[in-house]
């Protein structure tokens, strides 16, 4: 099962900008989609940013215009640019990868968005 590792969360004022990357343990040619998904402190993960191998990415409207994800393929990596970052955004985020019906997911990252 591929390891996924990401990096890049940390404390960050409102108005501030993040990027998060998730490594993969193998080529990510071979994933159906990755993306990033997260979770609040008593509230359900909720789905931040979907990147296909094939078709339009998809994002939460919370956060469309904010945020952007991508990948590297020869690094086997891929990215979230969190930009004029609120409080509602601090979460843990996880990046994921599917392949067919089956996700695999990183330890996450935690980011604090707060003054």
């Known amino acids: 099962q591929v390891q996924l590792v990401e990096s890049g969360g940390g404390l960050v004022q409102p108005g501030g900008s993040l990027r998060l990357s998730c490594a993969a343990s193998e080529s990510i040619f071979s994933f159906n989609a990755m993306g990033w998904y997260r979770q609040a402190p008593g509230k359900q993960r909720e789905l931040v940013a979907a990147?296909?191998?094939?078709?339009?990415?998809n994002y939460a409207d919370s956060v469309k215009g904010r945020f952007t994800i991508s990948r590297d393929n020869a690094k086997n990596t891929v990215y979230l640019q969190m930009n004029s970052l609120k409080p509602e955004d601090t979460a843990h985020y996880y990046c994921y990868a599917r392949r067919g019906s089956r996700y695999s997911w990183g330890q996450g990252t935690q980011v604090t968005v707060s003054s």
């Open positions: 990147m296909p191998s094939v078709g339009m990415i």
